[in-house]
């Protein structure tokens, strides 16, 4: 019947004599020859199937002791699990690996059986079962199957966890999977993912930290930029400056020709003058001026160096550095260290000015503390050029205080000796005649100073100061009430630029 292609007829026959109660002889031949026929016939008709995997599950009743047993038991598994019936074909699995532990099988049946747990979606199970496999001898496919299986069952385990608001468990999931399976990415997101819950779970500082062992261990990985970028955010909401600088630095040595380079290494060099680590921000910030000679904030950073070499007590460097911000070209709100600048450099030559006492050769030392004062005023003028808020009205303030401190000088000046009353009296009147006008001098610097804030409808230290210098000097024309005191003030505009009334 075979033969002549009559196989439904032929598996028939073989089933009557594999199930004949007094033949024995031809009883396994027969149930093996049936299974080979409705293999024939199942690939026609796809409906006799289950009769093709039943055919398997009779030749076990009938023929026990058959060596062939883990055979047909593993073969029901394997169909089995070709259609989803992943309940039939861990039972076939588990009879394989249960009563034929020593055979070839067994291992395969057992990870077999992990693939039906993880199909089942009960991943702790197909864990367990795919590291039992590793227990046994098997094909170095099968087992690296079942290191799969256990590197995803782990996964999925973290992200039911994660679902299910159980964050802390999500954790210690991603983490057993990161430390057994550190190659590949999946080790890589575990670690994303576990960052993630523990900043959620408001554990930010080990947060932060997941994210930097995730990019020290993987440089190149895709997450690397993200994971520093937020570890820098974590970090720089503790206040963990030098965290955040090493951050931002190793971002910018890992990846020195990409478009964010710049940015990177001015962050780090930033953090580092946080951090208060003034020589690692000397050196960074004088890679970015050398590496990014036309970046936009290049005044910025020799304004910078320039605080630092201060910090080093270093004046004369911070003078060249102030000196190399003011002849920086800087647009837009950059410009303000140019002004900041400037004014650090005014304020130097008025330290110089009033160091000078009007004693001795008072025509050499008004000389000399006129030069001083007209180089301070030469800067300070620049600054009120600029136009900036913070920088021009601590300008204007300072060239009034300048005027106000050389009247006073020169009224305070030392005596020549050996002047007769009259003499005296009349080198007093010589004295108030060259020193009065700088009152005067001084009063317009206030006024204009607290017009133009008035204008831009800034406040701050420096026009309180100048309103009361203006009090104390005209107190007729300035005098200032609680309504409109609390009218002025308002929170600054940092970087606001604004015109100055002549």
Not at 53 to 78: K, S, T
Not at 91 to 114: C, I, K, M, P, Y
Not at 139 to 145: L, V
């Amino acid at each position: 019947l075979k033969e002549s292609g009559r196989n439904s007829d032929s598996a028939h026959r073989y089933q009557l004599i594999a199930e004949h109660e007094g033949l024995f002889s031809h009883r396994e031949d027969a149930s093996y020859r049936r299974i080979e026929v409705l293999d024939l016939v199942r690939r026609k008709d796809p409906a006799r199937f289950d009769e093709y995997v039943a055919a398997h599950e009779r030749y076990v009743e009938l023929n026990p002791d058959a060596a062939q047993v883990p055979e047909m038991l593993f073969a029901v598994g394997e169909l089995s699990f070709e259609v989803d019936d992943f309940v039939k074909a861990r039972d076939a699995f588990e009879r394989v690996a249960g009563q034929f532990t020593a055979h070839n099988l067994a291992g395969e049946s057992v990870e077999r059986r992990a693939r039906c747990y993880f199909r089942e979606e009960n991943f702790p199970e197909a864990e367990r079962a795919a590291r039992e496999a590793l227990g046994f001898e098997i094909e170095d496919e099968t087992r690296e199957r079942a290191l799969k299986l256990i590197s995803f069952g782990i996964f999925k385990q973290a992200e039911l966890a994660q679902d299910a608001g159980e964050l802390a468990q999500s954790v210690t999931h991603f983490f057993r999977l990161a430390e057994e399976f550190p190659e590949g990415e999946a080790a890589q997101v575990s670690l994303y993912r576990a960052a993630e819950n523990l900043r959620t779970l408001g554990r930010e500082e080990d947060s932060a930290a997941v994210y930097k062992r995730l990019a020290d261990t993987y440089k190149d990985s895709r997450y690397t930029t993200s994971a520093l970028t937020l570890s820098s955010e974590i970090l720089s909401s503790l206040g963990d400056w030098h965290g955040v600088a090493q951050n931002y630095e190793d971002l910018y040595r890992l990846k020195p020709d990409e478009p964010q380079a710049a940015d990177n290494l001015f962050r780090a060099a930033l953090a580092r003058e946080k951090a208060k680590d003034w020589l690692k921000a000397k050196e960074l910030l004088i890679e970015f001026s050398e590496t990014f000679a036309t970046d936009a904030r290049l005044a910025q950073t020799h304004y910078k160096l320039a605080k630092v070499a201060l910090e080093f007590g270093d004046e004369e460097d911070a003078l060249a550095r102030y000196r190399a911000t003011w002849d920086t070209p800087a647009e837009g709100d950059e410009g303000i260290y140019r002004a900041r600048a400037a004014l650090a450099m005014g304020e130097r030559d008025l330290a110089l000015f009033r160091a000078i006492e009007l004693k001795g050769d008072l025509g050499a030392a008004l000389t000399q503390k006129e030069t001083h004062l007209e180089a301070a005023m030469g800067r300070l003028v620049d600054v009120v050029g600029l136009s900036f808020a913070e920088p021009l009205t601590a300008a204007m303030y300072y060239a009034g205080e300048a005027f106000e401190q050389f009247k006073v000088a020169i009224l305070e000046s030392e005596r020549p000796a050996g002047m007769t009353e009259e003499e005296l009296e009349e080198y007093q009147f010589l004295l108030e005649e060259k020193a009065f006008p700088l009152e005067d001098s001084a009063l317009e610097y206030y006024r204009r100073g607290v017009k133009a804030a008035r204008k831009a409808k800034v406040y701050n230290e420096w026009v309180d100061r100048m309103y009361s210098r203006l009090e104390e000097l005209v107190p007729w024309a300035y005098q200032r009430s609680e309504q409109t005191s609390a009218a002025w003030v308002s929170p600054p505009y940092p970087g606001q630029t604004w015109e100055v009334v002549q």
